[in-house]
């Protein structure tokens, strides 16, 4: 067997054709116990009604004619593996065309049965295989419409205690279940769910906490470039998943129901009383936004000097771990691929693909191919202040904003640091990302106001002093003072 098609076999489907003669265009990547991708949901499956209506695999159970796809009666849902396709009618033409899909992959992988073990790249390249050969997918056009993805943590202790000790995640509330089965915590926000639970419970295993995000709204993941089926094998993409999940963890507020407050000095137990309320930050967050933020941050240092936050670092420290191992490269794997002894994976990486300028490596389903990058712009521009570029931003733009501090948080942090250090006070050192790039922004666009306002106001007091003649035709200004007025003086 070729070594590459070892990869693209599937459990009982056929090899993809592939020519050695395309081994330049090839770089794989192989990574242990992924469990980030998990749920997804497509509308309107670009395939044939009649093709889905008579394919071996599922069983509508309703009546339709084999040759056009017509139904009659009512359409029902076919399973596969854990998979639900769903026939839809156009509303216009009050036609039945449209062909829904949804259900967890990572079931698929299962047979339908589970999805609390490991499931790894490898897996998830071989699922979406299988079901483009099995359902005629062509996954570079089949479009998201929702996506899960998270991980499941063993933890040192029972999750409960975890989703007892949760306030809120940015300022709102979880909804909560605690059923014999489900202990569960959900918080809806406009675009995206942000769900924790007991997963060891539902399959009767112990400490199993799982943390995740259901995306509802595919525009909130514009910045991770995830839209089609094949950006699932995306290495880039995945990894900027793992950072987007970071992130949503951190904006979590805690307070581990452990701690006894009642042995806390009297005015910060009140502090602490109150912030141990979600409904006490919802109303402030509406009602005084700024305060909102200064009262959270001293809730944070109490919490933090009192212990209550030991339970969510060791949770980010887990959650850190198990992202980090998703993203490790195998040597072993790749030698075992590509038959070649590997010294330096950027050296072998440079053979596969043909030069040392061909960069992005992605996994497509059916075809395997690289996926070039977008040529860089032509034009630069960069920030007034920071002297970051900023090309990708607005034309009109002069500084950094809140989206591509972030984009540096995700892609350069090293470069995203020195901005926190320089332009984040350390009051703020405690704030999820999202604010932190908020305040950064801020600073960096009052760096070039104050010095504006600041001249402003001693042209005024300079104004406004008590002489006896007038005293605005000694005023000299410097070139840099007049550039900062900038002729409305």
Known sequence: MPPFKKLLNTKGGRYNEFKPDRLQEISLFIYNDNKMIDYIKIMNLPVLLPDIIKNPYLNFGTHVNVETGEIFGKPKTANYKGISFFIKKNKRTDEYQYINLEGSIHKYWNNGEHNY????????GSVINELSEKFNLDPSITRLNNIEFGVNLKTPFNPDVFLKSIINHKGKQFSIINQRKKHFRECEHNRYYF???NKGLQFKKNNILRVEVKITRMEQLKKVGIN???????YNKYLLLGTELRAYYNDLLMFDNRVNIKEIKQRERLILTEGINPEY?????????????KKRIRFIELSEKYGATKI??????????????LSEIRPETLQELTGEKLQKSDKILQELT???????????????????SLPPPTEKRFCTITKTDISNQKERSNFLSENTIYKLFSNDR???????SKYLNNSKLKLSIQEKCYFIAHNIRNIDSNKRNNLFRKIKRYKNKNCLFNTEKFLQLNNEQKQLIDGTY
Request: charged residues 30%.
């Open 195 to 197: 769900k924790i639970y």
């Open 228 to 234: 089609y089926l094949s950006d699932l094998l995306d």
């Open 281 to 293: 930050w919802e109303k402030l967050k509406i009602s005084n936004p700024d305060n909102y933020y």
């Open 312 to 325: 969510k670092s060791e949770v980010y420290n887990l959650l850190d771990k198990k992202i980090k191992e």
């Open 354 to 372: 043909g030069g040392e300028n061909q960069k992005i490596t992605v996994i497509n389903s059916t075809t395997i191919r690289l996926i070039p």
């Open 414 to 420: 090293l470069n995203y640091l020195k901005l926190e």
């Open 117 to 124: 073990n490991d499931f790894n790249f490898n897996n998830l």
